[in-house]
């Protein structure tokens, strides 16, 4: 065939002598110069395809450990009738001192350290926090403290005691318990705004009565002095509802004689119910929800109670049954269930009043309290029996703040246990920040980063200055806690910004895939044309390099 | 359901779980979580050794969850996580967490694939895999107030009904999976390992509850 002849000729070709172009004076300019461009091109291309990323202070951060103590002052203004000199104020603080060294646990490795110091002075206390008043009563039957409900407490003194005693025992009691309450894990997170919502739920408006409150009356009597209470320290924004037909909790309450009830195991699953609308319009704040839940009318009065209270409560009247009728729930907020009038019809209309509503905010108060990390011990706890022999206070008496919710110890114990974790809270942060930009090499650091960085860590700065003033009349622990605050602020909206989302992972297959297009076409007759350069250049001197 | 569509895509994952949504997120779009939430992640679609895919166009890798639990665990954002995946070599997903308190099951060893398990005539695919399918139904055996464990839910898995072998991974896992009893529990009792994992610390929204017996004398006058 034709073609095999071609092929055949083709074949017989290959073995011809050819002419091969040598590696001439311009060919090699030619080749040489791609390889320069190359050369140039790397570090261009090395500089343009890095990711910006701003210089963060990684020294400043990482100057704060845990083993530095945070020093916070607890001054102490002892009002007595024979007024006290300053050689027996500093011997009074200095024995204060001593009992609250024995008194405190030893700090776990890694524990961010923090210190509660007294001072004692004579004179009139100023109001701020941090101050304390103590009045000295003697000549009482029994030493004992009286704590009032703002920054003061009357020690009273008994004839045998010495008042020095009972003085350093009872500051040190107080600042060592302080410590301890700092130290825990008591508070609620701290967040700069809550949304506090009250919720009248009324589970069945047609079979029940038509439940109505006057939630405004109440709110503005009760809640809102603890609110304006708080609102240095964070701002508790309240609303309320009402909510028809919230249809039947996911637990069905048992029924006893004349009641049903629920015992203390159906309690976790209460709030479980998809039909009730408690969802909030902002994004950000926290929320604490306090239900009141009015039960349909067959189903009242409903309590809480466990198996043997519901068996032994048959013949009692309403107001003395046994059990409890709200319960709190761990970081979401409390219920409590409202029974109506024994009388009371199906569809009638129901109003409470502010009166009605005193005893149920008094309810939401008090798990609002504890949410807040308020407890019974602040400042003294209570007397126990087996102490009494060894301390030299019997008795201790504290007195709630009715009018405002919230005493003014209770709120010191809040601002420094909120401003101790904001600023370790700052710290770590920070700390985790700086580890997160080392580890991720590929990722950018934008200057709005390292913006918020420098000002936190400023503000940081600022608290120990603040705290560590002793000369002034005033502590500053209001304006330490706002730079903690701004300080967690900052450092949080600098780890959590949107452009700190890490490249994601390019495992070397991909890069070489995507490279490899590009330059291997080149690269290939590149290295080829080098090589024979090399090549020709061994073979012969460099007297036949003329072009021609 | 908060995100669905073309919103599930592994930038916008990846952002849920590290905090990172953009300013004007709403909250439902928002992973709302502390120090002390549970969180439950549950994957299955089609996967490999070390991804998964995401929409037809692109795929979620394991460093990048490793990566991501990481920075959940710096900033206290988890106490404790159940990941559970039903796809192909579903274990290798969790093969590179490295961050503490995970517990990771898979539906598959490495080199083998998930079965689905019910083929529907009328739609003509799939509806679930079996995996899914018998998790799902141990847990119709169980409701709120149960009290079993996370190793009763492990025994019941069939590697010949799944047609695949599942895998558990606990070495991040501080607690044990089983309940402990006896002296066992009273030693333990102390440390947070103490008891055992249920079903309930991370199915059924259980919270806890304390009870307010008495409301606090707002108002009223001081005697």
Redesign the interface.
């Known amino acids: 065939m034709a073609l095999g002849a071609r092929l055949r000729a083709l074949l017989a070709r290959s073995s011809e002598p050819r002419t091969v172009i040598s590696m001439h004076g311009e060919r090699q300019v030619a080749v040489l110069s791609i390889a320069l461009f190359l050369l140039i091109g790397l570090p261009l291309w090395w500089t343009t395809t890095r990711v910006y990323r701003a210089a963060l202070p990684a020294d400043a951060i990482h100057a704060f450990t845990p083993a530095d103590p945070l020093r916070l002052p607890l001054v102490f203004h002892v009002d007595a009738d024979a007024p006290l000199s300053a050689a027996d104020a500093l011997a009074v603080e200095q024995s204060a001192q001593i009992l609250i060294e024995t008194q405190r646990a030893p700090f776990a490795d890694g524990e961010w350290r923090v210190r509660c110091e007294a001072a004692v002075r004579p004179g009139a206390a100023p109001d701020a926090p941090g101050h304390y008043t103590l009045r000295i009563l003697t000549g009482a039957a029994s030493s004992g403290v009286r704590v009032g409900a703002d920054r003061s407490a009357a020690i009273s003194v008994a004839q045998a005691a010495s008042p020095r005693a009972v003085l350093a025992e009872a500051i040190a009691e107080i600042v060592a318990g302080e410590e301890r309450r700092v130290r825990g894990q008591g508070a609620l997170k701290y967040a700069p705004e809550y949304a506090v919502t009250l919720t009248l739920l009324n589970e069945d408006p047609v079979e029940g009565a038509v439940v109505d409150w006057d939630i405004e009356q109440a709110l503005a009597a009760y809640m809102q002095p603890l609110v304006r209470a708080v609102q240095p320290l964070a701002k508790l924004a309240l609303s309320s509802q009402v909510l028809y037909h919230g249809g039947p909790p996911p637990v069905t309450p048992l029924k006893a004689d004349n009641l049903t009830y629920l015992t203390p195991d159906m309690l976790p699953h209460f709030v479980n119910s998809p039909s009730w609308n408690l969802a909030s319009v902002d994004p950000i704040s926290p929320m604490l929800n306090f239900v009141l839940f009015v039960p349909t009318l067959a189903a009242q009065p409903m309590r809480i109670m466990d198996e043997d209270q519901a068996a032994r409560s048959g013949r009692k009247s309403a107001g003395s049954l046994p059990g409890s009728d709200a319960f709190l729930v761990s970081q979401w907020g409390g219920v409590a269930i409202a029974n109506l009038p024994k009388g009371t019809r199906p569809g009638d209309r129901v109003v409470l009043s502010q009166d009605a509503m005193q005893r149920y905010m008094g309810l939401f108060i008090t798990q609002l309290r504890q949410h807040l990390g308020v407890r019974s011990d602040i400042p003294l706890a209570p007397r126990r029996k087996s102490q009494a022999a060894k301390s030299a206070i019997d008795w201790v008496r504290v007195d709630l703040a009715t009018d405002s919710g919230i005493s003014g110890w209770e709120f010191d114990a809040l601002l420094r246990q909120w401003l101790v974790r904001n600023r370790q809270t700052a710290i770590t942060t920070l700390q985790s920040l700086m580890r997160l930009v080392d580890s991720l090499q590929n990722m950018v650091v934008m200057d709005e980063i390292k913006d918020q960085v420098d000002r936190s860590l400023r503000a940081l700065h600022e608290i120990d200055d603040t705290l560590a003033s002793r000369s002034a009349p005033r502590l500053g622990y209001l304006d330490a806690f706002t730079s903690a605050a701004t300080a967690l602020g900052l450092a949080e909206a600098a780890f959590f910004d949107p452009t700190m989302v890490s490249m994601l992972y390019f495992p070397d297959q991909h890069k070489f895939a995507i490279y490899m297009p590009f330059f291997l076409p080149v690269a290939v007759p590149l290295l080829a044309a080098i090589k024979k350069i090399f090549a020709e250049r061994r073979r012969k001197p460099a007297s036949s390099k003329k072009s021609d | 359901v908060d995100y669905r569509g073309y919103e599930v895509t592994?930038?916008n994952f990846?952002?849920l779980l590290?905090?990172?949504?953009?300013?004007?997120?709403?909250?439902?779009k928002?992973l709302?979580s502390?120090d002390?939430s549970n969180i439950f992640i549950y994957m299955t679609g089609h996967g490999g050794e070390d991804f998964l895919k995401f929409q037809d166009s692109e795929e979620i890798?394991s460093?990048?969850i490793a990566?991501a639990m990481q920075?959940m665990w710096?900033?206290k954002r988890y106490r404790e996580i159940l990941f559970m995946i039903d796809t192909c070599q579903a274990n290798t997903m969790f093969s590179k967490f490295y961050a503490p308190n995970v517990l990771s099951i898979g539906s598959s060893r490495k080199g083998e694939n998930s079965y689905s398990h019910y083929h529907d005539r009328d739609i003509g695919a799939s509806v679930i895999d079996r995996f899914t399918y018998y998790n799902l139904e141990f847990f119709e055996s169980v409701d709120?107030?149960s009290k079993h464990t996370m190793a009763d839910l492990i025994s019941t898995y069939n590697t010949t009904l799944i047609g695949s072998h599942p895998g558990v991974r606990t070495d991040l896992f501080a607690r044990k999976l089983e309940e402990v009893s006896g002296k066992e529990a009273v030693a333990l009792l102390r440390s947070p390992s103490g008891r055992g994992t249920y079903l309930t610390d991370f199915f059924?929204?259980?919270?806890?509850?304390?009870?307010?017996?008495?409301?606090?004398?707002?108002?009223?006058?001081?005697a």
């Open positions: 592994v930038e990846i952002r590290t905090g990172r949504v953009e300013a004007h997120t709403p909250r439902n928002r709302l502390d002390k890798n460093y990048d990566d920075q710096e900033k709120l107030s059924g929204a259980v919270q806890r509850v304390e009870l307010t017996n008495e409301p606090f004398p707002i108002g009223r006058k001081r």
